[in-house]
């Protein structure tokens, strides 16, 4: 394996400044909304990214605002973005800022650490970016990079990453750490990219090991992502102009989101019967001429998701919980936050109704 190369950190910080992208939170002397960033890029992509971070802090402009929030707000402003318990945690650990340190980020890695949401990644790009410490991180593209300049085939994992970070570590220099970090991801996604990498415009081409060995888009060896099938079944039950939403526990997947009563679809049953089950095992009580509304794919986690929406009514009125389940007014869904599979029922709801009206 290759020693560490010369002037590595000079030619990749040379090669960001001229092909950076401009980016609404580069260059910005605001630590939270540098937290924010680093929060919602994780397991989403930058396009996907930069409408929401604009809108949150509108609605959220400081770590102040977003400690008083309700986390109903907070989670409906992050609808969409996927990976809900991020934005969980950036609420709870903006109530520990406010209360413990004065509505200030720590500048110490023990402290920064023990907030919520603030693993070895976040913590490395905050002290680097924010404080300019030189603290070295790992994260998709950072790891593609070094992997095929390196030669380290194989899966990626702790364990490469342990050896990553070491070398990172002697690599990365005093002066403009947090740009560094930044270079290198930049680096991943605009040229070492996984498929048809562009290793011609790669300033580390002439030492990577990968590049002269023709195996870029063998390195790192990746396994085909495996998905679990889900059919699913949901009721839009109307009462009074109302509609029944309930909201999931706070602990799990999609924690604290609201939702349509309903459930999986067992195997050999029927969308009508499944319905009828859920609805029994839910609510008590059993819907009346249910019609097909529409029907949702879509994707979260590891699952792949067909959701179908039936409009029904009820043949008795059921008790419900006041703590996790109301009626509420057509007009008032979009307040609330859903998954984005429920928000696209809601979406159509509030189209038919506003074709009835015309």
């Known amino acids: 394996m290759k020693q560490p190369l010369r002037?590595?950190?000079r030619r990749v910080l040379h090669w960001y400044d001229l092909h950076k992208r401009d980016l609404p939170w580069r260059g910005i002397d605001d630590p939270y909304a540098v937290w924010v960033s680093e929060i919602m890029l994780q397991q989403t992509t930058v396009n996907a990214v930069i409408p929401y971070f604009k809108r949150w802090l509108e609605h959220f402009?400081?770590?102040?605002?977003?400690?008083?929030?309700?986390?109903?707000?907070?989670?409906?402003?992050?609808?969409?973005?996927?990976?809900?318990?991020?934005?969980?945690?950036?609420?709870?650990?903006?109530k520990i800022i406010v209360r413990k340190y004065g509505g200030r980020l720590p500048s110490e890695a023990e402290f920064l650490r023990a907030l919520p949401g603030f693993g070895d990644y976040t913590t490395a790009a905050i002290l680097s970016i924010v404080f300019g410490r030189s603290a070295a991180l790992v994260d998709a593209n950072v790891r593609r990079v070094l992997m095929r300049v390196f030669g380290m085939a194989g899966k990626a994992g702790p364990r490469i990453d342990k050896t990553i970070l070491v070398r990172l570590t002697s690599l990365i220099p005093k002066k403009r750490p947090g740009d560094f970090n930044q270079a290198l991801m930049e680096l991943g996604a605009l040229v070492c990219r996984p498929k048809n990498p562009q290793c011609l415009m790669c300033p580390l081409r002439a030492d990577c090991t990968a590049f002269a060995a023709g195996q870029q888009e063998v390195i790192p060896s990746v396994e085909a992502r495996r998905y679990r099938r889900i059919t699913?079944?949901?009721?839009?039950?109307?009462?009074?102009?109302?509609?029944?939403?309930?909201?999931?526990?706070?602990?799990?997947?999609?924690?604290?989101?609201?939702?349509?009563?309903g459930g999986k679809v067992r195997?050999?049953?029927?969308?009508?019967?499944?319905?009828?089950?859920?609805?029994?095992?839910?609510?008590g009580v059993r819907p009346a001429e249910p019609h097909r509304l529409m029907t949702v794919d879509?994707?979260?986690?590891?699952?792949?998701?067909?959701?179908?929406?039936?409009?029904c009514r009820l043949k008795s009125d059921p008790a419900l919980d006041p703590q996790r389940q109301k009626w509420a007014r057509p007009v008032d869904l979009r307040k609330y936050p859903f998954p984005s599979g429920s928000a696209k029922i809601v979406e159509r709801i509030l189209e038919k109704r506003q074709s009835a009206r015309d």
């Open 267 to 283: 195997r050999g049953e029927t969308l009508t019967a499944a319905l009828a089950r859920e609805l029994k095992e839910e609510l």
């Open 298 to 311: 879509h994707s979260y986690s590891n699952f792949l998701v067909t959701l179908h929406a039936y409009e």
């Open 7 to 9: 002037n590595f950190g």
């Open 61 to 94: 402009p400081s770590v102040q605002t977003l400690a008083r929030a309700p986390l109903q707000k907070v989670l409906k402003a992050w609808q969409g973005l996927g990976y809900y318990q991020r934005a969980r945690n950036l609420h709870a650990a903006a």
């Open 232 to 261: 699913a079944v949901v009721g839009i039950i109307r009462k009074n102009g109302r509609i029944l939403i309930q909201r999931r526990p706070e602990a799990g997947l999609l924690g604290g989101l609201w939702e349509f009563p």
